[in-house]
Each structure stands twice: as C-alpha cells, then as structure tokens.
C-alpha cells in the first residue's frame, strides 16, 4: 500500500494501531497491550548504547521523533533529570499511556506530544540539544523524508542521532539517500542524505549495529547508529 499512495499510509497504519482488532506484540515479550509491549522493552540491548551516544552531548534538552510511549526517554530521564525531554508521536494513545506512566513514575521532565515527524512547526529552531530517532525512518519513504530530516536538523541545536537502517554496502542504488524498499521496511544511505541537506561528511559518524546490540537478522545486518554534530 505504501509503494502506492506513499508514506501516509505507514503514518494511517500507526496513527490508528490502538484501534485494531489485533494490535500485535513488537517486542515478543509476552505483553497483550503493544504500547505496554514498548514501555517494558526498556531493558532492549540496544537502548544503553543510543543512551551513550546522546549521553556524550551533555544535554540539557531532548526530543525524540517517534518515541511511542517514551521507553528511551524513561531511561534518559533518570540520567538526566534536570532535562528538559520531550517526545513526539503520531499514535495519541501511546502518547496518553506514556505520559500517564510517567506520571505514576513521579518523572516530571519528560512530555509526550501527538504529532507527525515531517510537521515539527510548533517547535522553535534549534530548541533541543538533541533530536533521535530509534526505528522510525524506517517507515518514512522517499515522499517525506527529505522534509523529516529538515525539520529534525532545524530543531536539533547540537546533535542529531538516527538509529535507522543504513546502506553500509559500498554498491547500492540510493545515490540521494531517498531509500530503497527492503525487507518491507525503508533503508537508506543516510551519509547522502545528510549531505543534501547540508551537513558535511566530517560531521557524521557511523556505527554499525551488532547481534550483541540488537540480536536480530534485519538490523545486525543494516541496522546503525548515524551521529551527527552539529
Ligand atoms: C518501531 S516504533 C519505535 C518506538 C520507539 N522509538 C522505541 O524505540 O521504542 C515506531 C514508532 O514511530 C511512530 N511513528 C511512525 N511513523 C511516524 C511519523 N510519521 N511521525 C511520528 N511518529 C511516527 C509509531 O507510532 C511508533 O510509535
């Protein structure tokens, strides 16, 4: 479907996955409601290691794209608990949940919003130290993700951190970076992208994600970790 009529039909999907019949279990850990599914992958491999990456910035303001209902900003939030963090998400359930966990949590710098990835206009111009993203790109064709990725850079004061599908394979056919249709799912060189949005090769840096980090055939495979400092 997304092939057809682009990217909003990924965005239908998500925006309206709490209104489904079956809703699914992301993370296979046994859960029957999928939001209370990511609240308790907080323990995920791969969360230490994107926490580390945004940790060597020092911030004090963050916003994740895309944050469901905020298992990376749990643990950002008790690490930085002057912070002020921030998420958005185009699924308003997981945005309620999320923020009435927080709550229950006596957490008070973290704010779950609903909102779209490539519509950040309610946020000022270099507002958060740090912007992330973790398994969000991925949904995001080459419709939209020119205008996701400028956004993110004007928001973004210090540093952009991606943790997406990348194309580390030195032959592929995604010259611009606007994607390549695989295993269902959007991978892209992001060093391309980043380029034609005016960010220099020496600003970015790349880690390829493990079995160790996320035990899983896709992303050991093309999963990574794109730094960007600003
Ligand atoms: C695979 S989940 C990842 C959630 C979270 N980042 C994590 O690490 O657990 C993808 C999330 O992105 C959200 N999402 C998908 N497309 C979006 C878009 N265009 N704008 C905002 N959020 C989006 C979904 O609602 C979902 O919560």
């Known amino acids: 479907m997304e092939l057809l009529v682009g990217t909003r039909a990924r965005e239908k999907e998500w925006a309206t996955r709490h209104l489904r019949k079956s809703k699914g279990d992301d993370w296979g850990n046994g859960s029957s409601d999928w939001i209370k ?22 911030p004090s303001s963050i916003l994740e794209i895309g944050c469901n209902c905020g298992p990376n900003l749990y643990l950002l939030a008790k690490k930085f608990p002057a912070a002020d963090i921030r998420g958005i998400d185009i699924n308003p ?16 710098n973290v704010k779950l919003l609903a909102g779209k990835a490539d519509e950040l206009g309610q946020l000022q111009d270099k507002s958060s130290d740090v912007v992330f993203t973790d398994a969000v790109l991925i949904y995001v064709g080459p419709d939209k993700i020119q205008k996701v990725v400028h956004e993110m850079l004007r928001v973004a004061c210090r540093g952009l951190i991606l943790v997406e599908w990348h194309c580390f394979e030195p032959y592929h ?36 994600i493990t079995e160790d ?18």
Do not use: C
């Not at 945005?95 to 949590?105: D, P, R, S, V």
């Not at 010259?175 to 295993?183: A, H, K, S, T, V």
């Not at 391309?192 to 020496?202: C, G, S, T």
């Open 173 to 208: 056919n995604d010259p611009n970076g606007l994607g390549i249709y695989y295993e269902g799912y959007w991978k892209r060189d992001y060093v391309a992208l980043l380029k034609n949005n005016w960010v220099r090769e020496e600003q970015i840096h790349l880690t390829k």
């Open 93 to 108: 359930e997981a945005i309620q949940k999320g923020n009435e966990w927080f709550a229950q949590e006596s957490i008070t």
């Open 37 to 58: 599914g990511y609240w308790n992958s907080v323990n995920h491999p791969h969360r230490p290691f994107l926490i580390e990456a945004i940790s060597k910035f020092d």
């Open 213 to 230: 980090i996320w035990p899983d055939k896709n992303w050991k495979e093309v999963g990574g970790i794109i730094e960007v400092v600003m």
